[in-house]
């Protein structure tokens, strides 16, 4: 609380100021910890965390500060648990109906209909009491909505829906707006604030609801002579709700609560006002201030206001949208991005949709009439990036695009009641969209250096990295470290200067790319294998200020892990005892990492990487499949890849859990589960190679006993062969799931769940707007054919050279990925094959190479496959299942293929092998497929784009 907010409150049992003792010097006028005291009952208020509670006071014994108030705080605030409260909460499906549904509600908007004229009567500095902050949303939209005055908002006490834990997670000092405190009381006793101290009350939700006897008499004592006082929402015996539904709380008729409110007013030259609720919720220009007690609706609100206001026409309400307004997507809406349409949900469980909208008909009706069906490119834009609680100046930022243009493409949603536009903290829209969607917001860390600076304390019980002898490094040796490399980058090396770090995956490349991150330099790996030629074009095109790693010329990476080693201390030793400070972090959209891959062209492609994307990928991966801070990861790609960069790396953005780096050299299966099992490995990110060659060792490993804390194998999603999935998976006993992303979408952006229950192969978006659009750019619908389109924080800048070929394309923001796919019912999408990688049988129709090997896969004969083009004819290369019918398979194969392509004939030679060809990634090589059976370069060997 801020120290101001002492002058307003008093003792609620007699009324007396109180003493506000800190027991931390105040920072920012802010006092985190302290007790309000009155001296006169000897009644001691704890402030907790900056919260004043008052429903925590007791008598004084003196030893509050010292003894109680430490012992109580952290089972108050529950800090630890809280966090691990709210996922199981969205793995639950637990909604609030009334929480989620709140700015869109009738009641909450009912105050815009008076907002300019309570506006107008307001001072800069008056004090606005609002008395129903249960949710956390109401207090803040009245900040917003008052920006001059100060809001002090009640709730009343450790309960639902946030409570203690809930207000300081969310809504602290410096997270909620600044004019905001909240003060916890409840409003059927005493409120703890001076006579006379307020200039208006909004009572939502609160005068039928809390004692008649103390409530209404309280707002009036704290209220000016010459305050205004409403209260929206009050339940009315006018009529009854059609369909019935049982209302509870203090139900009277207009004409009552106009008789009770008059009274209040009694000798003032102020009067009361009776309206239906649905006339302030529809109020438009023109509207007049007329008292309407005897309305034959069911719900009402009531105005204390200067009699001369009865008559007063209230203008409507600005709706100009500014750069710090935040958008709420309409939890009761199914907004499909997919698809680029919107409409009413349909009922889910945990939340009933109709039943909501049928207790709200005038704002049913509303919807019905404004909502509409289509989404245009922007809109779909706007609403990805405001889900995550981004304010339309950083959207318009992100996006490249005029403020303008986003500020009317905004209003225009919100004219559908798509959004509901509020300029409140980024904070409380997340947790506005927590509540409509149980998703969890990512961590609000702007940059790596805010995210380093986090670290120390979430690796204070185990390390942040770990080699394969199982030896930890905790985070205070590792931070000496990776400051040293930072501070010798910033005496040796400019700012933005690339480094080349040209080594296998090791404890120091992961040490370098953290300094050079906090220090705003680009890392660029480089395969340490790469032919000469090669590594000498891109180090001619990357132009590095450093090259490190395990080539000739470079400086060399020692092994950490040995003894003897030095950790490149030639470079390193000067700066390990310097205590200068670290450089002001890189902005968010500044390149970080350059990414070089292959792709179809054969040419390597440099793709550019800012901090945005990596600290966006990193969560969402790490969200969705669960990573924990006592989980550890065995990261296996390779360093120079998308998933050897990021999955190690910024592994901490989730949740601080441990990476475990393996030496140096062939990762075989029986290497791969002997570490699982010296290091306690729970999570592995690897490659379907590695996966398939797994299925293969089972024989051989059987009798091995298997890494009991391995619970989840990750790869990349569509090369993965479902059977070796699922021969991996029961062995091990653990969970095999899949994403798919390229390097140029920051490596993923689709993912199945755990079970897999996707109907399309590549999953569901994962922090992302993905779409199937047709040869023009316009979105396909479900079963149809298309490049996959991806929208996504994620999605990297671009590519090093402008004038880089790629089948891959940057378009205004998305990527247009190369990859064909069609959009299941679900909203997964299922893998077809790249547009590069299409073929026409005999009839002249479409046929995708990888979608025949796929399907083939799917037949009871077939292990593996892959389909060559040879002078126009094609082969199915088969590989078979031991079970196979050795003399029908030709005739099984045949007829499964011609179920599955339904009318699309497949022409092609059945041919039997006994080995796939694949890369490292688990693609198949088509090229040496071709030359093995026909000795023969002319076949299609389109290896795709640069997936992980």
Known sequence: MKTQLSALLACPACGDTLDLEALQQP??????????????????????????????TRLDSGQLATEWLPGLVPGWFQEESFGRFLQEKAARGIYDAYALFQPFNESNRALLALYPALAEALAPGDVILDTWCR??????????????????????????????????????????????????????????????????????????????????????????????????????????????????????????????????????????????????????AGWRVESNPDTSHYNGAALIAPAHWRGREIPAPADALCEHHRLVLNPLLDIDLARARVGVAADREGLPVAGMLSRHPCYAERLDKVLGSDLAALDCEILALAAAGDSLGEIASALRRPA??????????????????????ASMARLQHFYGHLELPAPSVPNFQALWASLPGRYAHHPILMDEDGDGYDFESVDVLVRAAARWMEQSLPAGARIVLCSELCLEAYLVTWASWLTGRVIVPLDPNMVDTTLAALLEEVAPAACLGQREGFTQLDSLAR??????????????????????????????????????????????????SLLHTGHHLGAHFAWGPVDRLLALGAFHTMSGLRNGAVAAVQ?????????????????????????????????????????????????????????????????????????????????????????????????????????????????????????????????????LAIFSRGNASGYLQADTRSSVRFDDGWVLTGDIVALCEDGSFQYQGRSDDQVKNRAGEILYLQEIESLA?????????????????????????????????????????????????LTAELVRVDTIARFASGKVNRSMMARAIHGSEQATTSQGSSRE
């Not at 920012?28 to 005291?37: H, P, S, T």
């Not at 006793?189 to 006897?213: E, K, M, T, W």
């Not at 920051?746 to 199937?772: H, I, K, N, R, T």
Request: hydrophobic share 40%; charged share 20%.
């Open 135 to 284: 949710t956390g949303w109401q207090g803040e939209w009245l900040a917003a909505l008052f920006p001059q005055q100060q809001v002090v908002s009640l709730w009343e006490g450790n309960s639902n829906v946030l409570g203690y834990a809930g207000f300081h997670h969310w809504l602290a000092e410096g997270e909620r707006l600044p004019n905001l405190e909240v003060l916890f009381t409840h409003p059927d006793r005493p409120l703890p604030l001076a006579s006379d101290s307020v200039a208006l009350v909004i009572g939502l939700d609160s005068l039928h609801r809390y004692s008649q006897g103390m409530f209404l008499p309280e707002c009036l004592r704290v209220l000016r002579s010459d305050g205004l006082a409403f209260f929206p929402h009050i339940h009315l015996t006018n009529s009854e709700p059609e369909p019935f539904f049982e209302r509870g709380c203090t139900q009277l008729s207009g004409r009552e609560w106009q008789q009770i409110l008059e009274r209040s007013c009694a000798g003032s030259d102020r009067a009361a006002f009776i309206f239906a609720e649905p006339e302030l919720f529809d109020a438009g």
């Open 563 to 612: 003894d003897e080693s030095r950790l490149f201390s030639a470079l390193l030793e000067p700066h390990l005892d310097s205590d200068t400070p670290l450089p002001e972090p890189p902005a968010a959209d500044a390149p970080v990492a350059i990414l070089f891959t292959s792709g179809s062209t054969g040419r390597p492609k440099g793709v550019c990487l800012d901090q945005g």
């Open 857 to 905: 896969r799917e037949s009871a004969c077939v292990a593996d496959s892959c389909c060559i083009q040879v002078d126009g004819d094609l082969r199915l290369l088969l590989v078979l299942r031991e079970d196979a019918d050795q003399d029908g398979w030709e005739t099984a194969v045949a007829r499964h293929m011609e179920e599955c392509l339904g009318r699309r004939t």
């Open 27 to 56: 920072a920012d006028d802010c006092v985190r910890e302290g007790v309000l005291r009155c001296h006169r009952c000897n009644l001691a208020t704890p402030v907790a965390h900056g919260f004043p509670l008052f429903g925590e």
């Open 404 to 425: 303008a243009e986003v500020f009317a493409a905004s209003q225009a949603l919100a004219a559908r009641e798509i959004v509901f536009p509020a300029a409140v903290s």
């Open 655 to 787: 949740s601080a859990m441990t990476v475990v780096v393996p030496a140096a050299g062939m990762m075989q299966p029986q290497r791969l589960l002997g570490i699982a099992r010296d290091c306690a490995v729970t999570h592995v990110s690897t490659v379907p190679a590695l996966l398939a060659a797994l299925a293969a060792s089972r024989p051989l490993l059987a009798a091995q006993p298997r890494p009991e804390h391995l619970r989840q194998i990750i790869a990349t999603g569509d090369s993965l062969s479902a059977a070796a999935a699922g021969a991996v998976g029961e062995w091990l006993d653990v969970e095999i799931a899949s994403y798919y992303g390229l390097t140029e979408t920051g490596g993923v952006c689709l993912a199945q769940d755990a079970e897999g229950s996707a109907l399309g192969d590549l999953g569901w978006p994962l922090g992302a707007v993905a779409q199937v659009r047709g040869e023009h750019g316009e979105i396909l619908d479900t079963g149809t054919s298309g490049e």
